[in-house]
């Protein structure tokens, strides 16, 4: 429901702030002011999103916590669609949220709202590593094995199966 009434109110505060501004400066002067936000939205968007990119390696190769600089950076690109969207209260949206403390208060609203559970593999890291084959009865099994080419393949049978030789069969006229 709130979707919808953005879809229905964001363009229609949009026209009215253009008739508003455009009334008050002139359509050349407001058309300018639309441009320029949104070229100078590009390069903060382009700065910002290099600094969260940023923090969120500096984040994974601490081993801490990715959310907030995930959420700082999808923000950022939210705050670049709005951007490059052509019309002032969006621009005003844009860029309030390249401010990092209004990021950061987002985001506590959101981490407020939001049930966030974790979850982890049984064993803990250990099992995470990587597939360990196991028996139906969960003990690990520890096989070593070389690898024989064809040269050293044995030759015939190996007597693990027995083959049954075809019948033969005539053919009927």
Known sequence: MWLLIAFIAVPLIEIGLFIQV???IGLWPTLLIVLVTAFLG???VRTQGA???GQLRSSFSDMRDPTEPLVHGAMILFAGALLLTPGFFTDAVG???LIPAVRSAAFRAIRARVNIQSFG???GPAHA?????TS???DIIDVDYHEISENDAPKG????TKHKPEPKTTPKD
């Open 51 to 53: 600094m969260a990119l």
């Open 121 to 123: 593999t049984p064993g």
């Open 136 to 138: 139906a009865q969960g």
């Open 157 to 160: 049978s190996s007597g693990w």
């Open 129 to 133: 590593a990587g597939p360990t084959h």
């Open 22 to 24: 455009g009334g008050a």
């Open 42 to 44: 590009t390069f903060l």
């Open 95 to 97: 860029f309030s949220l």
